[in-house]
T-cell receptor
Framework: DAGVIQSPRHEVTEMGQEVTLRCKPI?????LFWYRQTMMRGLELLIY????????DSGMPEDRFSAKMPNASFSTLKIQPSEPRDSAVYFC??????????FGEGSRLTVL | AQSVTQPDIHITVSEGASLELRCNYS??????LFWYVQSPGQGLQLLLK??????LVQGIKGFEAEFKRSQSSFNLRKPSVHWSDAAEYFC???????????FGQGTRLTINP
């Protein structure tokens, strides 16, 4: 059974460019989460969805960040315009209501 | 305030030695409890979980954890560590009625040969 799939694994872009990160959750999982991990801040929850509906986006740093989940098998996290301080590893995770998270391998973003 | 605390930021042990990583939580009711491991360049992988019942739970890779209600703790243990256990370890709690995990700050484990 495939786990959570994220793409791209690595992205290098220049400041001001648009970045789109993609995630395919585990089939049957009702919840999808986007996290950001940096050395300075550790693991931060950005937003999570339940049945494709955004429930809590209080962790989204600013309006440059947006996330969508058009269907149960796909979600995107978009940064427009990107800035160097957005450089981080972005993780997608999915879960059942018991809260047990399954993480993807992450997307490492470098903004120059 | 509700929180998850991992008191040790960095621990170094020798290969073959025993290991205990500490985790304390502050919640009114007993939450669901988890330990995750993150190897360099990888995502977080679930080691073990506690929902209810037997307070000693077994996980993958030879790890176990014990839930102690009186101490609000969920410490992770391994009798004999291997060099491949070097990684970052995260304790996480799922408060009852909530839908998102709260993670501790993590403990980085270094193994001396």
């Amino acid at each position: 059974d495939a786990g959570v799939i994220q793409s791209p694994r690595h992205e290098v872009t220049e400041m001001g460019q648009e970045v789109t990160l993609r995630c395919k959750p585990i089939s049957g999982h009702d919840y999808l989460f986007w996290y950001r991990q940096t050395m300075m801040r550790g693991l931060e929850l950005l937003i999570y969805f339940n049945n494709n509906v955004p429930i809590d986006d209080s962790g989204m740093p600013e309006d440059r960040f947006s996330a969508k989940m058009p269907n149960a098998s796909f979600s995107t996290l978009k940064i427009q315009p990107s800035e160097p301080r957005d450089s981080a590893v972005y993780f997608c995770a999915s879960s059942l209501p018991t809260g047990e998270l399954f993480f993807g391998e992450g997307s490492r973003l470098t903004v120059l | 305030a509700q929180s998850v605390t991992q008191p040790d930021i960095h621990i170094t042990v020798s290969e073959g030695a025993s290991l205990e990583l500490r985790c304390n939580y502050s919640y009114g009711a007993t939450p669901y409890l988890f330990w995750y491991v993150q190897s360099p360049g990888q995502g977080l992988q679930l080691l073990l979980k506690y929902f209810s019942g037997d307070t000693l739970v077994q996980g993958i890779k030879g790890f176990e954890a014990e839930f102690k209600r009186s101490q609000s703790s969920f410490n992770l243990r391994k009798p004999s560590v291997h060099w491949s256990d070097a990684a970052e370890y995260f304790c996480a709690v799922h408060p009852q009625g909530a839908q998102k995990l709260v993670f501790g700050q993590g403990t980085r484990l270094t193994i001396n040969p």
